[in-house]
């Protein structure tokens, strides 16, 4: 007799396999729409047009304030957003402008200096020039010094032309005829016997110039020595000029 392979006590329904999680959740939807076909199988004929009049003739109102207070605070974030735009833009501009302002200073500084620096140097061509003009026009001639004769004439002359560079009067007839009066033209003459001789103190010379006298008014340029023609005469015209305004003006002693 064949042995029975089935547990004691156990149905011999073949065994199912085990359910998965998708399976579950598809079972579980099933018995939803089984529920939901039962509710409305159990509602009264007239349920669904009561439920229905009633939804169509039912109101809705809608609240605007919350639509008009996203409106004002973006067209305020538009508002300041296009503020900031202006001000940068502004700013911008005010920098480019500047930067122009500055460029152009610079350049019409540049353009200054280099009209400046053409016009020096255009000034600087035209001087050489005007110079070696004048340098090819004038021929420079040696200027001889002035000789004078050793006598009583080129002594007076010599003398003559030292008064007049400093500034003593006096002229050749003023001069000569004194010079005749006191020495008779004679540099080597000397009076030993006036009150200037009594003294100590003899007049010596073409003009009879005491040593005192030739010391205080001996003019600068001619020589030391009271006995020198040239130095006698300028020394004695210039005490003359201080005191009589002119040896012209003297006709005697003096």
Do not use: C
Not at 113 to 139: G, I, M, N, P, Y
């Amino acid at each position: 007799m064949p042995k029975n392979s089935s547990t004691p006590g156990h149905s011999r329904l073949t065994k199912l396999p085990k359910l998965t999680r998708q399976h579950r959740i598809a079972l579980a939807g099933v018995a939803t729409l089984g529920a939901a076909a039962l509710a409305f199988s159990a509602v009264p004929g007239d349920a669904g047009t009561t439920t229905t009049d009633a939804a169509s003739s039912a109101k809705v109102a809608y609240s605007s304030e919350p639509i008009k207070g996203v409106k004002a605070s973006v067209t305020d974030q538009l508002a300041g957003a296009s503020v900031k735009t202006e001000a940068i833009q502004a700013k911008a501009d005010a920098k480019a402008k500047a930067a122009k302002a500055e460029a152009d200073a610079a350049a019409k500084k540049k353009a200054a200096a280099e009209a400046a620096a053409k016009k020096k140097a255009e000034a600087a061509r035209k001087a050489k020039e005007a110079a070696s003009r004048a340098s090819e026009r004038v021929t420079i001639e040696p200027v001889a010094a002035k000789t004078y004769t050793n006598n009583l004439n080129g002594w007076i002359n010599e003398a003559l032309d030292i008064m007049k560079a400093k500034g003593i009067p006096g002229s050749y007839n003023g001069l000569y005829k004194n010079i005749m009066r006191e020495s008779s033209g004679n540099p080597s003459a000397v009076n030993g016997w006036d009150v200037n001789a009594v003294n100590g103190t003899p007049s010596i010379g073409l003009l009879q110039v005491i040593q005192p006298t030739f010391n205080a008014y001996h003019v600068a340029g001619t020589s030391t020595n009271i006995y020198d023609p040239v130095a006698n005469i300028t020394a004695a015209a210039n005490y003359a000029a201080d005191r009589y305004g002119s040896i012209d003006n003297v006709n005697s002693a003096y």
